[in-house]
């Protein structure tokens, strides 16, 4: 499903907030007719991120068609949802604890001033650019690595060890944006939003280009120090085992 996080207090299911997993739950109500169906996804996105392909999972009390599931589930939604696709599964699928990898898309503005039209779905970086240290210091982000410094506090995961498959950036002129891409095994709270800030840190001759190697070590998430806005990041899919990373 993909879906605009600007009006959504995340993924996840909170009292009293509108969040993605709440407005799902809500339209499942209606279609069981009362039934209480719980959804589990992916990840949990945080208020203000985007979704182009999150992947959701639920136990549907009945019998209904997939391609039936998808036109009655979307005509319950919000305008700011949309189921994609929909097919039954396996009873031992698990939207979150099958997963293989994830890709991150993160859009950054390069205009001087915010863009009013933009400013919900990308971050805004004006500053100067050197777009070839950028380039070489992804390549000290792809490998496996124990990525503490690049973790927000709040996480529970204990194991901060990821791999990064492949780690992008490019511009799109025509917009006035730089967009970089992250593919990985997983990723920590906050981790693609501080890669990102560091990154733009290294472009701008504030950080060496090869800082990364050092952040590796020290294992200090103070030392990374910024946070890209929630705006710029996409989770653009989810891989599972049965797929390969395209």
Not at 22 to 30: C, I, S
Not at 94 to 122: E, I, M
Not at 145 to 174: C, L
């Amino acid at each position: 499903m993909a879906y605009d996080g600007t009006d959504f207090s995340g993924f996840q299911r909170q009292p009293n907030q509108r969040t993605v997993q709440g407005v799902l739950e809500k339209a499942l109500f209606k279609m069981t007719k009362g039934a209480a169906v719980t959804v589990h996804g992916s990840g949990r996105t945080d208020a203000g991120v985007h979704a182009l392909g999150q992947v959701i999972h639920f136990d549907y009390p009945g019998n209904i068609p997939a391609e039936n599931m998808l036109k009655a589930l979307n005509s319950l939604m919000p305008l700011d949802t949309e189921i994609l696709n929909s097919a039954i599964v396996p009873e031992t699928f698990h939207a979150q604890f099958n997963t293989t990898g994830k890709r991150y898309l993160y859009k950054v503005d390069r205009g001087y001033y915010t863009n009013p039209f933009t400013r919900h779905y990308a971050g805004h970086y004006p500053y100067p650019l050197d777009l070839a240290k950028i380039k070489l210091a992804l390549e000290d982000v792809k490998g496996t690595h124990d990525f503490t410094s690049f973790a927000a506090s709040g996480g529970v995961i204990k194991n901060k060890v990821r791999t990064i498959y492949d780690a992008q950036v490019w511009t799109v002129p025509e917009q006035n944006q730089i967009q970089f891409e992250f593919y990985g095994n997983g990723f920590l709270y906050n981790m693609v939003r501080i890669l990102v800030a560091t990154l733009l840190e290294i472009g701008n001759g504030r950080r060496d280009v090869h800082d990364f190697l050092r952040l590796y070590e020290v294992k200090d998430r103070q030392q990374a120090r910024g946070t890209a806005p929630a705006s710029g990041l996409y989770l653009k899919k989810v891989y599972y085992e049965s797929e390969n990373s395209h």
